[in-house]
């Protein structure tokens, strides 16, 4: 009897304190280079109540967020040279959100001045 009720009381809380979380996984390519992996392409996982998640991507383009609260977020990928992109997801409990995403390379017109962002360079 004794364990029996010191088994309920200890699954009823970790119930209690569980909370249930997504994940988001997702490789990241080269649209000019025949899908080719990009490495340390540079990924942050935002929400509207300003929580935000940051990584790069391995050297197989892959990259992975784990126990995410469930709701609506957007997904930014940038890369040096390359078009930035976003993309609203929606995490849901226990479930797991794959993106396959290849990014395009940004294209400079001949006399076209293109802004660096980083330190000022003296």
Do not use: C
Request: charged share 20%.
């Amino acid at each position: 009897m004794k364990n029996s009720l010191l088994v309920i009381v200890m699954l009823s809380t970790g119930l209690l304190f569980s909370q249930d979380y997504g994940s988001v996984r997702g490789t990241i390519t080269d649209n000019e280079a025949h899908n080719e992996p990009l490495l340390f392409a540079d990924i942050t996982l935002k929400n509207s109540e300003q929580a935000q998640w940051n990584t790069q991507t391995n050297f197989h383009g892959n990259f992975e967020f784990l126990e995410v609260a469930p709701g609506p977020y957007t997904l930014v990928v940038r890369y040096l040279g390359y078009e930035p992109y976003e993309m609203p997801i929606r995490i849901e409990e226990n479930k797991k959100t794959h993106i396959l995403k290849g990014l395009q390379a940004k294209r400079i017109q001949p006399g076209q001045v293109v802004q660096v962002e980083g330190p000022a360079m003296r």
